[in-house]
């Protein structure tokens, strides 16, 4: 039985749904311009760097596992990083506190080598498994920094009280670090502490970016253009709840 009542959220549904249709077909066909992201272009640089000096890159994600966003964001750029270490020929360490991150950051890092043409130079012993407990696994990252001298350092992940503990840990060893996070009570920290920052949704898109696939893009960009839709809406509404015009009963999923 139709509800009439709740037409409003059927149209609004079935716009969003053309909109991201929209995008991902014109992704296919043509370039889709997104907004230059620093962080994300230093990534190949900084490996780079690390190469220069003959020091190893050293990616963490922090004490959360696979069911958090951000953790399951950062595995997109630790593809990236990944491959362009093969590619470098410089070492590559990720100390975890989740076993499962762990077991996924193997495979990931195994396909980064071979696509990047040097399986040869794939060590089991690179991607390890630390402690769960959050500062346990804070003095053996630093632990880890302070033996091996890391070039550059990837905080790609979410993280608690010890952002800033690895943060400084990685400055105190003049590696470059580029950071992100959704974590809005650590990005302070990052920002400080840090070269460049991919805050909040620039870390979810960084797939995207990196990848340049065409279903991530358009969607990527649907969804911006449906946030500017619902703020103009939301504008609209209050404006005309000034003068007395409701539109709530539009919406109205009673």
């Excluded at 959220?9 to 079935?14: C, D, P, R, S």
């Excluded at 014109?26 to 900084?46: M, N, S, V």
């Excluded at 995207?208 to 619902?230: H, M, Q, T, Y």
Aim: aromatic share 8%.
């Amino acid at each position: 039985m139709f509800e009439a009542q709740k037409t409003g959220i059927l149209l609004v549904i079935l716009a969003l749904a053309a909109l991201f249709l929209y995008w991902i077909r014109k992704a296919r066909t043509q370039e889709i311009h997104l907004r230059r992201i620093p962080g994300l272009e230093a990534l190949d640089d900084a490996v780079g760097r690390a190469a220069e000096m003959g020091r190893p890159v050293l990616f963490a994600t922090g004490i959360l596992g696979l069911n958090n966003i951000a953790v399951l964001a950062a595995m997109g750029i630790l593809r990236r990083v990944a491959q362009k270490a093969a590619e470098y020929q410089v070492g590559f360490l990720m100390p975890n506190a989740d076993p499962i991150v762990m077991t996924t950051a193997q495979e990931i890092v195994k396909e980064a080598y071979q696509s990047a043409g040097r399986p040869d130079l794939i060590s089991e012993a690179s991607v390890f498994y630390l402690t769960s407990d959050q500062f346990g696994y804070a003095a053996g990252v630093d632990g880890v920094m302070l033996r091996e001298k890391p070039g550059a350092v990837f905080l790609q992940g979410y993280f608690y009280a010890e952002s800033l503990i690895l943060a400084e840990t990685a400055q105190s060893v003049g590696a470059i670090q580029i950071a992100g996070t959704t974590a809005t009570t650590q990005l302070p920290f990052f920002v400080v502490a840090c070269d460049y920052v991919l805050i909040g949704e620039e870390m979810l898109a960084a797939s995207a970016v990196l990848s340049r696939e065409p279903n991530l893009l358009g969607s990527i960009k649907a969804e911006d253009w449906a946030k500017a839709g619902i703020a103009l809406f939301l504008l609209v509404a209050v404006v005309l709840k000034i003068f007395g015009i409701d539109l709530a009963p539009l919406l109205n999923t009673r």
